[in-house]
């Protein structure tokens, strides 16, 4: 049954090497994004097809398992001015129908923006509409999951500096 956590509740539950899995839940396609087992670096990893719940689950399931994957990091659509829309509830409703078959722990990361930034990078690249295409939805997942990623590393450290004080 896959839990909806929060990122510090994450880091405390975290075993020393795991890897985290980003996910980019858009209406066409779900990008998907895999870390390094030491939480340093994602890597955007695959694009799945939407079709119907249960063929979209099942391709998703077979990446954490294929990956062995502790958690999941999932973009959470927020409007610009932070309110949630229909995108945000259809990505909390595809959770919530995760749950039954999934038994990861997933966090929610605000992903306003990270398409366009991904998109903006991808034209400074003078890479084709075609490519872009291709490529979009895997690269911003791993923009979500990078920028959780970096987050962790920094209550990691805040954490060590707690319990061992200069």
């Known amino acids: 049954m896959t839990l909806l956590i929060t990122l510090e509740e994450l880091a405390a539950q975290l075993p020393s090497r795991a890897r985290l899995l980003g996910v980019d839940f858009g209406a066409k396609r779900i990008g998907l994004a895999l870390s390094d087992v030491e939480r340093r670096i994602a890597t955007p ?60 722990p997933a966090v929610f990361w605000d992903e306003r923006l990270s398409t366009a930034a991904v998109t903006r990078a991808l034209i400074e690249q003078d890479a084709s509409r075609a490519k872009r295409a291709a490529v979009v939805d895997r690269m911003a997942a791993a923009y979500i999951l990078q920028g959780a990623l970096d ?3 920094g209550l990691s450290a805040v954490h060590a500096r707690q319990i061992h004080p200069r």
Not at 69 to 89: E, K, Y
Request: charged letters at 25%.
């Open 45 to 104: 990893l695959t694009t799945i097809a939407r079709a119907k719940f249960s063929k979209d689950a099942e391709a998703l399931v077979a990446e954490i398992n294929r990956f062995d994957v502790f958690a999941l990091i999932v973009g959470l659509p927020l409007n610009l001015d932070g309110s949630q829309g229909t995108r945000v509830q259809a990505t909390r409703a595809f959770l919530r129908n995760l749950a039954p078959i999934c038994d990861r």
């Open 151 to 153: 987050r962790l590393a």
